[in-house]
């Protein structure tokens, strides 16, 4: 029934990737020498991955659309990484960080995937801490763990809350030591617009180089996608300004599968939206929940008052506060997962009891306070309250802080086998980019382990298996018609974008399409919003190509073109991600089918009927795509339903 | 709030710059720095008045280095400890007259407007701002214990973002705390002590070679750095680089 | 060591090597110009001044002074064209934050050191020892010295040379303000507790310095 073939290989779980390994082909040395492989984007996959290339003999050509590869927004990531070292002595092992991986992505992840994560997982650690990355140590010199969300364990690696930026320069390092000895070769503001395919195979990419405005065609025996999520389809999300989804939309429209495009993570504790200028939304450390206690008013007249600014949260008596996450899932209280925390704010601010603007509640950590002593509160939290304060300005310690639901992580992603290639022959994703790992639901601190994971372990071992077929194949001069074909294809759409000379500017669309997701694509779907979201998303995609306006030229650098290039591609994405939710009628992770809950308000899932990995083909403009299943297997696992309130 | 912007436009690298003045109205004090220059390209786009402002930005969360904007005589603007991104208007008055420059100096020469080329730090990195192991045949993580004094010392270090505040802030155009920061980053950790020697010589050469200017300890770097990192690490990297070369 | 001193490191080395050596010579200095208004009599300043001037191992220290004197300006202004050179197109607003004041002008006063130095080598060290400026005096030992004191107090009765000394030493102090405390720093001395004493002591070192040497002409204007 399906053409998708995940490659996973036989045997018993625990030694798949041992025997994948011992059985894959190699390449030898010096034929190393004599293929490229282009790797696009410079985050933790994907400098990890370069650097690792380089290291064993391959010619990398490393592209970032930064002014350097160190500003990729892994370096954004603030709480740790997973590994199951087991130092704290509390009962880890590699087959429990495997267990509550796939438990807290609701059982929507491949096992052999999982499972191999887990096993390099504390491989990445050693890789670190030789690298020089200064995670927080204890007295006696050791490595300090902590806890986090969906585990049992300490088993985060951290390096203050600063943990993304150290994995991420310790990865620059790695790669820049390449670039010094000449095996890689860096191009920074250069983003990927196109992909070359000669004879079916992945052979190279179309980029522009940012500042010249020139496009550049670029030959590779392989080509790898590390070029992060698409939260940004939302327009308000925690990712940066430029994360983007053009090098994976662009090679879905060449023949990849898109899997799962409808999972996407919404954190909990993010700073709430404060005006319509807003450009982008600032995460608070999902740590804060140890000690912050979440309400909101249990009178609406209350929260009208407070919202009308004739109230203060601390006028309210405690026994007229709401704290809805203790009432609703007494046992984990405040430290449910990300995704219930979320769906329970929205919840309470839909139904009235929202503070702020509205959509808002507080994180209040008056108790924590008079419990441990302020001082104690700001060790543990300090330099968190303190950017709150420099955003908000208004004081954590004094009044309780505001907090709101973002988007903030995309589990789905380019559809990949169990060797990280795409479904296009020679073409990997890794990453954030790919949809391997993390289900429906992904787990604090398991994001940077992933991208390492991949980058340092997985992808320097599988793309031998098909580069061993490419040893005699010579480099292209890039003259071939392939080549002339896709760059062509890239200067028609520049041209065409530039000349629309509509009235909006591309931010303007960006954030109108942005609210429409939020509103039917986002927290809770139902089949009714999603239907009017394919319908309006086809409106707004025909508009776009008509009203936007993109002043300036096109052979120099152009921040506006640069979006509208990206912004055309989200609309088409926010399309497929309300198709994928709407084929999907069962509620899961990150995604949440308001038609599909329990009595009581909670995700219910239909593990007879979506018990699979939905990847989607493009068919062509217009075209309505074709959704093929990968079956999930769990011959490890039992299967549960997650249940937060005992 | 109503500000008047005199910000720099220069086309392109080999064009001659100028300063422009521009009107914003109704400015929000919640509003962050650059959200401001969004309004205004913004106007400038949908009414068609000029060019929008290039600058570059990333991350807005003060942690990707990547935005960087001389504001009224200051790197990342009044505020202390903090990057362009997370400046907020409430830091300034209704009617203020706002100068915004690129970083100035010779080893950043300006692209466009305020976007400028950092990749000198990028190649001072290349030069040794590494530990050099490879993938994999490492030894395990707590294998070496390291005083965790040190390594939050090092951690301090690490913590730099490359925005390049220092030098645009050095009257000398010293690039000094930065390239201390990483150096001072490997000294305090055992793994970094292998070719401590070696990183120190070729860092600095490079930094040298780039044409950044001499550190004289005004301390300027320190004062505007948006992450407070010390000029204790300089010294720390003339320690190690006279350890390197005289003795 | 072969070429630490073609890096910019390498030659503050020597700047602040040279810069504390010259910090010493300018107490032992000093500590021989008090004497001039100390003593009732030119006899012990005399001595002083003439043992300075004929022992061999003060000798030896004198080429090092002027040696040390050389390097430093050399390098310095090595390293202020290169500085000037890092950023060519300048600010059209400067920087005004709160730093170390008198380091962004180390150039201004080093330039007014560096012109007193040569009118106060003109004016005492050359035509002493060889324009025989000064007269000779014989002490009750029975013992000649070149009156130095001499010359040094009716030089010091000229309004105008007065007010040069006073500028320069102002000159001197505010160079030394920084100067000092930062010699330490580039030598790679910086201590959250010894640094804060280090600036303290350099502070009163460069008072008493200035105080001291301007106290000279001050008081001899006045009362000798």
């Known amino acids: ?358 959509l808002a509640v507080y994180l209040d950590f008056s108790d924590a306070i008079n419990r441990l002593g302020k001082h104690v509160v700001e060790e543990r939290y300090g330099n968190l309250f303190q950017m709150y304060e420099k955003i908000v300005d208004d004081d954590p310690y004094k009044t309780p802080m505001m907090i709101y639901p973002a988007i903030h992580y995309t589990m789905g992603g380019i559809w990949v086998d169990y060797e990280l290639m795409t479904s296009i022959p020679g073409l990997y994703a890794i990453g954030e980019a790919n949809f391997s790992d993390h289900g429906a639901n992904r787990l604090g601190a398991s994001a940077l382990m992933q991208g390492l994971a991949d980058g340092y372990f997985v992808l320097p071992y599988t793309i031998q298996n098909y580069l061993a077929d490419d040893i005699q194949t010579p480099r292209m001069t890039t003259k071939e018609k392939e080549f002339d074909a896709a760059e062509a294809e890239i200067t028609s759409r520049i041209d065409t974008l530039m000349n629309i000379n509509g009235k909006h500017s591309v931010d303007s669309y960006h954030r109108k399409f942005g609210l429409k997701m939020w509103d039917l694509v986002g927290m809770a779907r139902n089949k009714e919003g999603l239907e009017e979201a394919l319908s309006t998303f086809k409106e707004m995609r025909e508009s776009f190509w008509k009203d936007i306006k993109i002043p300036g030229k096109k052979d120099s650098l152009n921040p506006e073109l640069e979006k509208a290039n990206r912004v055309a591609d989200f609309i088409e994405l926010g399309e497929l991600m309300a198709r994928d939710a709407l084929q999907r009628q069962e509620s899961c992770g990150g995604h949440f089918r308001e038609e599909f809950q329990t009595e009581d308000g909670e995700a219910q899932r239909n593990d007879s009927d979506f018990m699979f990995v939905g990847a989607w083909e493009y068919t062509g403009e217009g075209k309505e795509p074709i959704l093929h299943k990968e079956e999930l297997v769990y011959e490890n696992i039992k299967v549960a339903q997650r249940n937060y309130k005992k | 709030m109503d500000l008047t912007l005199k910000i720099w436009r220069q086309e392109n690298a080999a064009a001659k710059g100028r300063f422009e003045t521009y009107k914003v109205t109704n400015i929000s004090p919640d509003c962050s720095f650059l959200e401001m220059l969004d309004i205004l390209n913004q106007q400038m786009i949908e009414n068609q008045i000029t060019l929008p402002v290039c600058f570059d930005n990333d991350c807005r969360e003060g942690i990707c280095g990547m935005c960087g904007l001389y504001i009224n005589g200051r790197p990342h603007g009044p505020d202390k400890g903090v990057t362009t991104c997370q400046l907020h208007m409430r830091k300034f008055k209704n009617g203020d007259t706002i100068v915004i420059e690129p970083w100035r100096a010779r080893p950043f020469p300006v692209i466009k407007d305020l976007v400028v080329d950092r990749s000198a730090f990028d190649k001072i990195i290349e030069a040794g701002g590494y530990i050099s192991v490879s993938t994999g045949g490492v030894p395990d993580a707590n294998s070496i214990p390291v005083p965790k004094k040190k390594a939050d010392v090092a951690m301090d270090a690490a913590a730099c973002i490359g925005c390049g505040a220092c030098v645009a802030s050095c009257k000398n155009a010293s690039a000094m705390l930065f390239v201390s920061a990483k150096v001072s980053h490997f000294a305090n950790l055992p793994q970094g002590k292998v070719e401590a020697k070696e990183r120190v010589k070729n860092m600095v050469a490079k930094m040298d070679e780039l044409g950044f200017g001499n550190c004289t300890n005004t301390g300027a770097c320190e004062a505007e750095c948006p992450k407070e990192i010390s000029i204790s690490h300089i010294a720390r990297m003339n320690r190690e680089f006279f350890a390197a070369k005289i003795l | 060591m072969s070429n630490v001193f073609t890096f910019s490191i390498g030659r503050k080395l020597i700047m602040s090597l040279m810069g504390l050596f010259l910090c010493a010579f300018l107490l032992v200095h000093l500590g021989i110009n008090l004497l001039l208004i100390f003593c009732d009599t030119t006899e012990p300043f005399n001595i002083a001044a003439n043992f300075m001037a004929s022992n061999v191992v003060i000798k030896v220290f004198e080429i090092g002074l002027f040696g040390g004197i050389l390097l430093h300006i050399i390098y310095a202004v090595i390293l202020t064209i290169k500085n000037w050179f890092a950023r060519t197109v300048g600010y059209k607003v400067g920087n005004n934050q709160q730093t170390s004041f008198f380091s962004k002008y180390m150039v201004h006063t080093a330039s007014i050191i560096g012109i007193f130095l040569i009118l106060h080598l003109m004016d005492f060290y050359v035509k002493a020892k060889f324009l025989g400026g000064a007269t000779s005096v014989t002490y009750e ?59 303290g002591l350099g502070l009163f070192y460069s008072v008493v310095v200035a105080a001291g040497f301007m106290a000279i002409p001050i008081v001899v204007y006045f009362f000798k």
């Not at chain 1, 040395?29 to 290339?53: C, E, F, H, M, Q």
């Not at chain 1, 890789?127 to 300090?144: H, K, S, T």
Request: proline share 4%; with cysteine.
């Open chain 1, 1 to 358: 029934m399906t053409k998708l073939n995940s490659k996973i290989p036989q045997g018993p779980l625990a030694d798949k990737w041992t025997n994948y390994k011992a059985t894959q082909r190699l390449v030898n040395p010096s034929n190393k020498r004599k293929l490229d492989i282009i790797v696009v984007g410079t985050g933790l996959a994907g400098a990890s991955a370069s650097a690792s290339l380089a290291e064993m003999g391959f010619n990398v050509k490393a592209f970032c659309y930064q002014d350097s590869p160190r500003r990729a927004h892994s370096i954004a990531a603030q709480g740790g990484i997973n590994a199951a070292k087991n130092y704290p002595n509390d009962g880890d092992s590699i087959y429990r960080l495997f267990y509550d991986t796939i438990k807290g992505g609701d059982y929507r992840a491949r096992e052999a995937n999982v499972h191999r994560l887990a096993e390099v997982s504390n491989l990445i650690i050693d890789q670190c801490v030789a690298q020089g990355v200064p995670f927080a140590r204890e007295y006696g010199g050791m490595l300090d763990n902590r806890s986090f969300g969906g585990a049992q364990v300490s088993r985060t690696f951290y390096a203050r809350g600063q943990t993304g930026q150290q994995l991420l320069l310790g990865a620059y390092s790695a790669l820049m030591r390449q670039v010094h000895s000449g095996g890689v070769k860096l191009y920074t503001r250069h983003e990927m617009l196109n992909l070359v395919i000669v004879d079916g195979k992945a052979r190279g990419i179309i980029a522009r180089n940012l500042v010249t405005g020139e496009i550049e065609r670029h030959f590779g025996h392989a080509v790898v996608i590390a070029t992060g999520g698409y939260g940004n389809t939302f327009f308000l999300s925690t990712n940066a300004m430029g994360s983007n989804v053009s090098a994976a939309w662009q090679i879905f429209k060449k023949g990849a599968y898109f899997a799962n495009p409808a999972y996407v993570q919404i954190h909990p504790t993010c700073i709430p939206v404060h005006g319509d200028y807003q450009s982008k939304l600032t995460l608070m450390s999902e740590s804060l929940r140890n000690d912050g206690r979440i309400w909101v008013p249990k009178k609406k007249e209350d929260a009208e008052a407070i919202r009308a600014g004739k109230l203060k949260p601390t006028d309210i008596k405690e026994e007229d506060r709401d704290y809805y996450l203790e009432r609703r899932y007494p046992a984990f209280g405040n430290l449910v997962p990300r995704d219930v925390a979320s769906r329970a704010a929205k919840e309470r601010c839909d139904a009235g009891y929202g503070v702020g603007s509205g």
């Open chain 3, 141 to 199: 030992d029975g013992k000649t010295f070149h009156d130095l004191g001499a010359l040094v107090i009716a030089r010091f009765h000229i309004g105008w040379v007065v007010m040069v000394y006073i500028v320069a030493l102002l000159g001197l102090g505010f160079h030394l303000i920084h100067g000092f405390q930062s010699a330490f720093q580039t030598i790679g001395l910086n201590h959250p507790v010894y640094t804060p004493i280090i600036k």
